[in-house]
């Protein structure tokens, strides 16, 4: 697992933790030199996404190996944390188990699914084998990469690099990953003293998810973006602006 730090050195912390199958440089590349010259980025890559022969574990454990670094550097308090997708789990984690303490918790569009053990096995059967099969063969990527393009208005060259993520890392980690957020379960209406919670809404994902969000944190900050899950991270640049500045919004909120 990596730590990278780098950017302003007084600016606020903000920790940036990546999404399913996919680590900090190409989940955050779009963003992160606008990002690194306003914040001390603390950048992170899991356990088998990190270039190491490390296997993904679990979800718990990778959150006590992020505590762990936040206490030792950081004296346990970061000002920001964005979670990209599967990473606001992380988030949420990280503000409900209390070991450390986040000023403002950033969720990037996430589904926030869970289930039991039954439902997530059946479900990881069927995900993971198509995560994982994006790139076997020519023509598999090539279908692949018009589907990023078409659906989320990728570039070519973005579509390239996240197309990458799939054959780079481990179907092992993959499975894991995807396994084990499934399992791990957020409390509803979780509140703590200090910390705002805040959501980047991709209102193309539908309204289940808000109210998800309704349910799992007590009075959210919800920002409302016409966009599909997690636009603005895939090279279009008017989705991205607008949530940057919301970002730098959230960050100087009073909490």
């Known amino acids: 697992m990596t730590f990278d730090e780098f950017g302003k050195s007084d600016g606020k912390t903000l920790m940036l933790l990546p999404g399913t199958c996919c680590d900090y440089q190409t989940n955050f590349k779009a963003v992160l030199d606008r990002l690194k010259e306003k914040y001390h980025l603390i950048c992170v890559n899991y356990d088998g996404f990190d270039g190491g022969e ?105 579509a390239d690099e996240f197309l990458k993520c799939f054959s780079k890392f481990k179907p092992e980690s993959i499975k894991n990953e995807y396994y084990t957020d499934l399992l791990t379960h957020l409390d509803e209406d979780i509140y703590v003293e200090h910390t705002k919670a805040h959501f980047i809404y991709a209102n193309k994902m539908g309204e289940k998810y808000l109210k998800r969000y309704k349910k799992y944190f007590r009075d959210p900050d919800i920002r409302e973006f016409d966009m599909q899950h997690e636009q603005w991270l895939l090279g279009e640049e008017k989705y991205a602006e607008s949530v940057l500045k919301a970002i730098d919004e959230f960050m100087v909120m009073p909490v």
């Open 54 to 158: 490390e296997i993904f574990p679990d979800m718990i454990t990778v959150t006590e190996k992020i505590e762990k670094y936040i206490i030792e550097k950081h004296n346990g308090r970061v000002d920001g944390a964005i979670g990209s997708s599967l990473g606001s789990s992380f988030v949420g984690q990280l503000i409900q188990r209390k070991n450390i303490h986040i000023d403002h918790g950033i969720f990037g569009s996430p589904d926030l699914d869970q289930s039991g053990p039954v439902a997530a096995w059946l479900q990881s059967k069927l995900v993971v084998p198509l995560l994982t099969s994006f790139t076997k063969g020519e023509k598999k990527q090539q279908k692949t990469k018009k589907l990023f393009m078409s659906k989320f208005l990728m570039r070519e060259e973005v």
